[in-house]
Nanobody, 129 residues
């Protein structure tokens, strides 16, 4: 059974850091591009960061560039999102998703998750003092 499970969310003060993990099971991560998406209350889902199946192409939303870093370890079937210098506006439920139908990570993130085949249930990140 294909499954993605996010972990690492929680409550953090502004300026703090968190590392999210997306553990994949039931399929081989090598064949899938992965995206991190988030949805804040009352807002549309947006692409935060996306990484190609090879790990050589990455895309970041303008709002997180320089603060977030996406990485993947195909041997461990896990994708990570290191989040530094967190801001209150980063508060959202963060989802990871896997797909292989969208040709570029730029498009994957820009589409906000449409076209991604498999999703985790999300992990809540709250940035507040």
């Amino acid at each position: 059974q294909l499954q993605l499970v996010e972990s690492g969310g929680g409550l953090v003060q502004p300026g703090g850091s968190l590392r999210l993990s997306c553990a994949v099971s039931g399929f081989t991560l090598d064949y899938y591009d992965i995206g991190w998406f988030r949805q804040a209350p009352g807002k549309e889902r947006e692409g935060v960061s996306c990484i190609s199946r090879s790990g050589t192409s990455m895309q970041y939303a303008d709002s997180v560039k320089g603060r977030f870093t996406i990485s993947r370890d195909n041997a461990k079937n896990t994708v990570y999102l290191q989040m530094n210098s967190l801001k209150p506006e980063d508060t959202a439920v963060y989802y990871c998703a896997a797909g292989n139908a969208i040709t570029t990570v730029q498009a994957m993130c820009a589409l906000g998750g449409y076209g991604m085949g498999y999703w985790g249930k999300g992990t809540l990140v709250t940035v507040s003092s």
